[in-house]
């Protein structure tokens, strides 16, 4: 993945962006922090935080304006570009007060709380005259490129059903395990991978199935979460996320009319025929000789290995920039996360309370 992409001239000429974080916590300290350091692009301007130590850290290291609440930083700073990475049940308030005090948005997943709320957003985005950007980065990660890649390629025949797994056991004791919080494995795990459902279903949903639980984490929020979604074109995609299951399985299976594809997430196997090379095969409603089941054809397989990666000439917050400065086109937008809410959002109505 590219990252950082300051070499270019034009780049240089630009005026950088400043940046107010909201919270230094996993997000946004071991996420955004990290990706904007050193990127001479964005200039972190201002920061809040619950805990005093982390806003010292950043004083030390950046020499940024220090706040100790949200609020404070929208009246106190001028910085041009808000990144929201507080706790989830705060992403559409503080995005929503952003817009209002004149500033553009990158906010954490989850995007909203439900639909009404990420449209709410989006409005306030569009009356403010000022941009929303959802931090589903994971559109840019290699293996789900290479994924959608595959599936247009055709070389597995017509993909007719994708599994994604992504699975560990783990008993966590966090505020993401508290529903308060915007809390749960379904809110804050899976909508990487919900997003990814949706780009690989390549139509819109006609049916979903979903089920929660809550298994071995504290807290009363989910930490298993399967929920299955056929598209209106037929293909189907199973996703299962959890911290319950201490066995791994392939990260993603493939299913195609001429094949199958299996990987880790970093190698893809690829397993495949040719279907001129097969002759026609005509039904028979007699009895099969030998009480045999199947045809008795000898399918010439093909097999191969590649690394689950594709090429990626640009990341999320090179996106960010050249919306903001060049005035060129936001790669993900809030439109289309906010299809991620619904299907977050319909996941939780037809699941009971935990």
Known sequence: MATKSTSSASARKLRPISVGVIGL?????????????GDERFRIAAVTDFQPDRLAEARDEFGCETFESFEALLK?????????????????????????????VVTEKPMAMSVSEATRMIKAGEASGKKLFVHQNYRYHGDIRHILEVIKSKVLGDVFEVRIRVLNFSRRNDWQTLQKYGGGCLNNTCPHFVDAALLILGSPVARMFSDLKLTTDVGDADDHVKILLKGENGRVVDLEVSTSCAFTEPKWTVLGTRGTLRSDGKTSELKYFDPKKLKPLKVYETPPQNRQYGSGETIEWTEETRPSVAEIPSDFYDNVFDVIRKNKKQEISPESVREVIRVIERAHRENPPL
């Open 25 to 37: 916590g996993r997000a946004g300290w071991d996420i955004h922090v990290k990706r904007l350091r």
């Open 76 to 104: 106190g700073s001028d910085c041009e570009l808000i990144v929201v990475a507080s706790q989830s049940v705060a992403h559409g308030p503080q995005t929503i007060a952003a817009f209002k005090a004149g500033h553009h």
